[in-house]
């Protein structure tokens, strides 16, 4: 089994920056789908950003240019550097990762962004 624990989360003033955390307890390496999920109240859970295992990667429209989703596999982490924030942003954002059919999700860590 795979554990997922974000960190990083926080407030943060429009046009800021956070880098969130997702400390995987299995190596990254073999998972063949990492990503950044985030909700907003009223609104459903959508993918922020993606890394496949051959490191393809993916950005939603609303971030593409702000965001940066990396990894660590030394130390078995994925990051989402977001940049220019906006208060749209405000969200719970969760870790996901998904290997031999199986989906992790970790316990979100919450992003404000507001003046």
């Known amino acids: 089994q795979v554990q997922l624990v974000e960190s990083g989360g926080g407030l943060v003033q429009p046009g800021g920056s956070l880098r969130l955390s997702c400390a995987a307890s299995?190596?990254?390496?073999?998972?063949?789908?990492m990503g950044w999920y985030r909700q907003a109240p009223g609104n459903q859970r959508e993918l922020v950003a993606s890394?496949?295992?051959?490191?393809?990667?993916y950005y939603t429209d609303a971030v593409k240019g702000r965001v940066t989703i990396f990894t660590d596999n030394a130390k078995n982490t994925v990051y989402l550097q977001m940049n220019i924030l906006k208060p749209e942003g405000t969200a719970v954002y969760y870790c996901?990762?998904?290997?031999?059919?199986?989906?992790?999700w970790g316990q979100g860590t919450q992003v404000t962004v507001s003046a």
């Open positions: 996901h990762s998904a290997i031999d059919g199986l989906r992790f």
């Open positions: 299995g190596s990254i390496s073999t998972m063949g789908f």
């Open positions: 890394i496949t295992n051959s490191g393809t990667t």
